[in-house]
């Protein structure tokens, strides 16, 4: 996304993530010659959660190959998505249905600020 956000910031899975991007883009393009943009975010990823007591450390390993195209659109679910549709979008990439509610509950801290400008902060669950 950092790569191709003219393109990937229009899916609507994506709102509200604008503001992290134009954070995170300049120190990335900095150090693009030693990191992939996947490695980038998934490093912040890793770093963001080690300063949050409590949180788990999450190993951090390096590789990912650079972008070739955006993503396609709407592959990030959306709260309007049914169960039975985030279950077989889940599965069509690998997650059994356990892996999924694992996935889906630790969202469970987060909260929605860009889907329902009269809902901003609520939960996801």
Known sequence: IIIFNATELL????????DVLGEESPFFFKHA???TPGDFIQFAGALSLSVCPGAPRVQFVIGRPQP????PDFI???PVNTTDELLTAFANVDFS???FIALL?????????DFSPP???VPFD
């Not at 509950?105 to 600020?113: L, M, R």
């Open 119 to 121: 809902l901003q902060g």
């Open 33 to 35: 010659d030693a990191i």
């Open 97 to 99: 249905p356990a892996e």
């Open 105 to 113: 509950a630790s969202h469970t801290a987060a909260g929605a600020d």
């Open 68 to 71: 070739k195209e955006p993503a």
């Open 11 to 18: 899916d609507p899975g994506n709102v509200g993530i604008d």
């Open 76 to 78: 990030v679910p959306q």
